[in-house]
């Protein structure tokens, strides 16, 4: 009698909306039976053996899943007692760790956390149970990652057999800002026509490669190395029913296949980035990607691009700046599609964008469109079968949707408002917008270059815009809030007439733990500007905060006018303006005191660039409010602007609300008879303790501090004088 063959196992690959296609073709490839799409996934059918195949070498698929339990789940106490019903023992060591993931739709089960709370309960209270010792949690590389699937009170639990997303191949060493998903890139690539270009002996170009990820992938592919060989870390590698001979039978045939295929790999990857660190970046993750040899990137703007020597015919692809990621506006696109007709006519082209306007822009015909979603973002990428010469189309300026429209009105008006301030007041830094209209949540900050400044980023002009957004409720969905900057973005680049690399753009995104501003650029560059007497160093694009707060100007120049012959101290010194202020008003001595040596030393450039140095201006590195316990000089002016909390490794922990009274004393200490504090902070839940006012004189002056440029936001900060009784 033979033994009867072992039922096949069931399977699914989660995947981006918009994959799901491509997956299905990618998995019957893989000798997965029984294929049926989902929405953002797909189940298959097969052995232990087709999970680990999936898992090595799915170029698309973002987990692979093996469920292992299907019950009802209509509330908590029915999912703890299903989820307790499974022998957990099978999958996991009583001293091991593990992770849950829940994903809810539609589920009388409303909040995913505490869902993969009680399921670990239900699972470690069995382990506790049995033998007195339970698994521990690890959420980063568990032994086991458990996923739970509720829809409409059906819930699947599920062994995640990859551990961690699967577009996180290993080879990625460095990256730019808005990186494609490695997945995405090569659903891009798959649908512009990557296979035909290899069997054509054609080459590929991507003229805006930033950190080189369609450009990897498609090597790789070329080489058939599997996306997964270089990752060191599977959900299955010490799960319970983990068949070690197979998987280290597959990695060894997926060795040998990459070793002849880089062996066989041409130089036919070309990319291209205005950016000199973008390039620098691609090279880096192409030599630990293994494909370096077969990559040629340079520094080259898109109207610059022609086809590599010798090369006739080939696939341009390319993910170009789009929406609030990079803000790129109508030039970028006109100048792609201008390049294309010029030198690459005959060739095919794909284009990823999630914004109509600017694809138009290319004046391209595009055969087809695909719907694809980079994160929770909407895209569509253009497929061009054949390029056509043709008359490049002249400059026209961008026409502006109706709600851009009406932020660009506002903007127009903000600026014929202020306009008589500014020239009165000499004003060349100022916030023209902040959320005027509410549904376009950020503020605009415009800063003029200092007409000498022989280190201004770019010598076309003297003009930069600062965006910061602001977080956009729950309620408002992501899609939405993505539009409205946009939006406000070609709006505010219009009015003011300044192309995308002159607007500084610090933007929100949203994920566990809350909203969190996006990663800023990296770009090291300064620009002068004036204030009053002074000139100052800010940086618009490295941080969150430029260097100078546009809200306590009215402040400087208080004690700029306050400051001659006067011994100066300013607290929490940041980037030193005050001190500048103080110094050109002709104080006898400034001290500036941080506990950031980043900021003394910006501080020091910017005492140095209006001739300020030596003994009467000294910078400290310290924690201010032991430094001022200890400290035994005098000061006749004191500028105290402290953070809202600190929490920095080389200090005790700073809490303004709660410490606000400690440091007043002690700055009182520090006064001169006669001499004045002032003191501000921007923490819009402040309140200055009553016990200051029974010990020294106290007069709260905000509404004099607020500049007209931030009469719409009275709460930016508050303001204190206070002097000796």
Same mark, same amino acid.
């Given at each position: 009698m033979t033994d009867m063959p072992a039922a096949p196992l069931r399977f699914f690959a989660t995947c981006a909306k918009g994959l799901e296609y491509l997956l299905v073709d990618e998995l019957r490839d893989l000798g997965a039976l029984d294929v049926r799409e989902a929405l953002a996934g797909v189940a298959f059918e097969g052995t232990l053996e087709t999970g680990y195949r999936a898992c090595l070498w799915s170029r698309l698929a973002s987990r692979v899943l093996l469920p292992i339990h299907t019950f009802d789940a209509p509330d908590d106490a029915s999912l703890y007692a299903a989820v307790s019903a499974v022998d957990w023992w099978q999958h996991l060591e009583?001293?091991?760790?593990?992770? +849950?993931?829940?994903?809810?739709?539609?589920?009388?089960?409303?909040?995913?956390?505490?869902?993969?709370?009680? +399921?670990?309960?239900?699972? +470690?209270?069995?382990?506790?149970?049995?033998?007195?010792?339970?698994?521990?949690?690890?959420?980063?590389?568990?032994?086991?990652?458990?996923?739970?699937?509720?829809?409409?009170?059906?819930?699947?639990?599920?062994?995640?057999?990859?551990?961690?997303?699967?577009?996180?191949? #290993?080879?990625?060493?460095?990256?730019?800002?808005?990186?494609?998903?490695?997945?995405? /890139?090569?659903?891009?690539?798959?649908?512009?026509?990557?296979? @035909?270009?290899l069997a054509d002996g054609g080459v590929l170009v991507d003229p805006v490669c930033g950190s080189g990820t369609l450009l990897i992938e498609a090597a790789r592919y070329a080489a058939d190395i599997a996306p997964g060989l270089q990752r060191d870390y599977f959900g299955f590698q010490r799960w319970g029913g983990h068949d070690p001979e197979v998987w280290q039978r597959l990695r060894s045939e997926a060795r040998e296949r990459a070793e002849r295929g880089v062996a066989a790999l041409t130089p036919r990857f070309f990319g291209f980035d205005i950016d000199p660190d973008a390039v620098r970046v691609t090279l880096r993750n192409a030599e630990s990607a293994g494909v370096a040899a077969a990559l040629h990137v340079e520094t080259r703007a898109v109207a610059d691009l022609a086809p590599p020597p010798g090369a006739s015919a080939g696939l341009v692809v390319c993910n170009p700046p789009y929406d609030e990621r990079l803000a790129a506006d109508a030039t970028l696109y006109r100048e792609l599609g201008a390049a294309l007709k010029r030198g690459f006519a005959g060739w095919h082209a794909a284009v990823l964008s999630a914004d109509a306007q600017l694809t138009r822009a290319l004046g391209l015909s595009a055969a087809k469109r695909y719907t694809l979603y980079n994160g929770a973002l909407k895209c569509e990428l253009l497929r061009i079968d054949r390029i056509e010469p043709g008359r490049v189309a002249t400059h026209t300026p961008q026409v502006l949707s109706d709600n851009a429209q009406m932020v660009a009105n506002r903007l127009r008006k903000n600026l014929r408002t202020l306009k008589s301030w500014r020239e009165r007041e000499g004003v060349t830094c100022y916030r023209v917008y902040d959320a005027d209209l509410p549904e376009y949540a950020?503020?605009?900050?415009?800063?003029?270059? /200092?007409?000498?400044?022989?280190?201004?980023?770019?010598?076309?002009?003297?003009?930069?815009?600062?965006?910061?957004?602001?977080?956009?409720?729950?309620?408002?969905?992501?899609?939405? /809030?993505?539009?409205?900057? @946009?939006?406000?973005?070609?709006?505010?680049?219009?009015?003011?007439?300044?192309?995308?690399?002159? +607007?500084?753009?610090?933007? $929100?995104? $949203? #994920?566990?733990?809350?909203?969190?501003? /996006?990663?800023?650029?990296?770009? #090291?560059?300064?620009?002068?500007?004036r204030e009053g007497a002074a000139t100052l160093r800010v940086n618009l694009f490295d941080h969150l905060d430029t260097g100078l707060f546009l809200d306590h100007r009215p402040l400087r120049a208080r004690i700029a006018a306050e400051a001659r012959d006067r011994r100066v101290l300013n607290l929490f010194c940041y980037t030193g303006a005050v001190s500048v202020q103080a110094g050109v008003g002709g104080a006898a001595t400034t001290t500036s005191v941080d506990l950031s040596a980043s900021y003394l030393e910006w501080a020091a450039s910017n005492l140095a660039l209006n001739g300020l140095g030596g003994r009467e201006h000294r910078l400290v590195q310290a924690d201010v409010l032991p430094w001022l316990r200890a400290e035994r000089g005098e000061y006749d002016l004191i500028f105290c602007d402290p953070p809202t909390f600190s929490n920095s490794a080389r200090a005790a922990d700073f809490d303004l609300q709660r410490e606000h009274v400690d440091l007043i004393r002690a700055c009182m200490a520090r006064l001169s008879f006669g001499g004045l504090l002032l003191f501000s902070n921007n923490f819009r839940r402040f309140r200055l303790d009553p016990v200051l006012g029974d010990e020294f004189a106290v007069v709260e002056i905000t509404p004099k501090t607020i500049p007209p440029d931030f009469s719409r936001n009275p709460r930016i900060h508050g303001a204190w004088e206070i002097r000796a009784r």
């Open positions: 009583s001293d091991g760790t593990l992770a +849950v993931d829940a994903n809810l739709f539609a589920s009388g089960l409303t909040h995913a956390r505490y869902v993969e709370q009680r +399921v670990k309960d239900a699972i +470690v209270d069995q382990f506790r149970a049995r033998q007195g010792e339970r698994p521990s949690v690890d959420t980063m590389q568990p032994d086991v990652r458990i996923n739970l699937s509720v829809r409409r009170d059906k819930a699947t639990l599920s062994i995640d057999l990859s551990g961690d997303s699967l577009h996180r191949r #290993g080879w990625r060493v460095e990256q730019v800002a808005a990186p494609l998903k490695e997945t995405l /890139a090569c659903a891009v690539l798959l649908r512009a026509g990557l296979q @035909q270009m950020a503020a605009i900050d415009v800063y003029r270059g /200092a007409p000498d400044a022989d280190d201004a980023l770019d010598p076309r002009g003297d003009l930069w815009l600062h965006v910061q957004e602001y977080q956009a409720p729950a309620s408002i969905p992501e899609e939405t /809030a993505r539009q409205r900057l @946009q939006d406000l973005l070609l709006a505010a680049m219009q009015v003011f007439e300044l192309p995308r690399d002159r +607007v500084a753009i610090k933007t $929100r995104q $949203r #994920g566990k733990g809350g909203s969190k501003y /996006a990663r800023s650029e990296r770009r #090291g560059e300064f620009l002068r500007v």
